[in-house]
């Protein structure tokens, strides 16, 4: 599955990402679970899109659309090593979300490469509990 999807998917390395870091048409999305992110950091600026949760983030009928997939954006997906985004992104393309693509070798690809990662920041939630 993963070999078709890359087939019809535009694929990019690190380093063209960090070509395009300040580039205010391209928009990451982190499809990492959100235990990843505790765990490993995330890229500033990227926007967390659980796998789970993405057809019915980019559907903009459904009731749990997320105003960033109706941007005039390039989405770039990224999950752990790149296999999920490769799916991630092919489906979305299939949604009809354009233009998209994803990130070879994911987050592990991006951290080996020295590329800029912050700490995932506490959740709303969390840091409410934290004030009690």
Known sequence: MIEEANACITTYTV?????????????????????????????????????GMIEFWVDPESPYFKPVFGEKKEFVFFCAAGWRSALTTKTVQEMGLAPVAHVEGGFAAWKAAGAPIAPKPASKLSSQAGAN
């Open 15 to 51: 380093e063209q990402i960090q070509a395009r870091l300040n580039d205010p048409n391209l928009q990451l999305i982190d499809v990492r679970d959100v235990r990843e992110l505790e765990r490993e950091g995330i890229i500033p600026g990227a926007f967390h899109a659980p796998r």
